[in-house]
């Protein structure tokens, strides 16, 4: 049941980062190891991507304070 959970959620960041590759990404997920690395790489683009809009990025994820600052900036 995680699979499945977890294979959906990298179909969908792979379509929030625009990434071409969705379904090799998804296909990646269900090869042990390989997927971990398909991950990674899906990951660091997200990373880039907040980044380049003044994101900080920790180790528990992004502050909450530049998240509440991105909603406030795009609902004006």
Do not use: C, E
Request: no cysteine; charged share 10%; net charge positive.
């Amino acid at each position: 049941m995680m699979g499945i959970v977890g294979i959906a959620f990298i179909y969908l960041l792979s379509k929030a980062v625009h990434s071409s590759a969705v379904w090799v990404y998804v296909i990646l997920a269900f090869i042990p190891f390989v997927g971990l690395v398909g991950l990674l790489v899906l990951n660091n683009k997200a990373t880039k991507i907040l980044r380049q809009h003044q994101i900080h990025i920790g180790v528990m994820g992004a502050r909450s304070a530049d998240l509440d600052k991105l909603s406030r900036s795009s609902a004006v």
